[in-house]
């Protein structure tokens, strides 16, 4: 029975990789947009409305500026802005993805936030993409691909609190 779980665990880890990989990937291919930091707010909300639409587990797409402010979201929810953020610091200042999990003061739940910076031609820092996935949607996901019978599975942060579980009371 061990051994069972066992696999059945390191599948649904490896599908649950995958399907948070699928997600991050739409995110770097709409950061790695020629002149995305140039581009007209109509354009880049269109841009943002297809994108958003191709990806129904995404709450949002959101882009900010090089300072932080929002510029424009998928959903048409006003932003705030991100400056003195973690999410945001960290990938202006290191120029690499980020992710970081946070209780989100727009949904009022914990999401994930995964983010691209954006360049310009130059390579110059020009702001930061980012989607937010809200962790039920990802615990709902984990738990539809587990074997019928098996015992749910949930999420927890680094020091064990949990983030989301099929029981939400």
């Known amino acids: 029975v061990l051994d069972r779980q066992r696999a059945e665990a390191s599948i649904l880890a490896e599908t649950t990789t995958h399907y948070i990989a699928l997600h991050r990937a739409a995110l770097h291919v709409f ?3 020629v002149d995305l930091d140039a581009m007209d707010s ?3 909300q269109a841009l943002l409305d297809r994108t958003g639409s191709a990806y129904p587990d995404v709450l949002a797409f959101s882009v900010f ?3 932080g402010h929002p510029v424009a979201r998928s959903d048409e929810i006003d932003a705030v802005a991100l400056s003195g953020f973690k999410v945001f610091e960290d990938v202006a200042a290191t120029m690499r993805p980020g992710a970081v ?6 949904y009022q739940r914990p999401v994930f936030a995964f983010s691209e910076p954006i360049v310009d031609r ?7 993409a980012m989607i937010s996935m809200d962790s039920q949607q ?3 996901f984990i738990n ?3 074997a019928p019978g098996a015992t749910s599975a949930y999420l927890v942060d680094e ?11």
């Not at 020091?159 to 009371?169: C, L, T």
């Open 138 to 140: 990802v615990s709902n």
């Open 144 to 146: 539809d691909q587990s």
């Open 101 to 106: 999990v946070y209780n989100s003061p727009i």
């Open 42 to 44: 109509r354009a880049l």
């Open 122 to 128: 130059d390579g110059a820092f020009r702001g930061m």
């Open 31 to 33: 950061a790695s947009q």
């Open 159 to 169: 020091n064990g609190g949990v983030i989301s579980h099929p029981d939400s009371s």
């Open 65 to 67: 500026d090089q300072n």
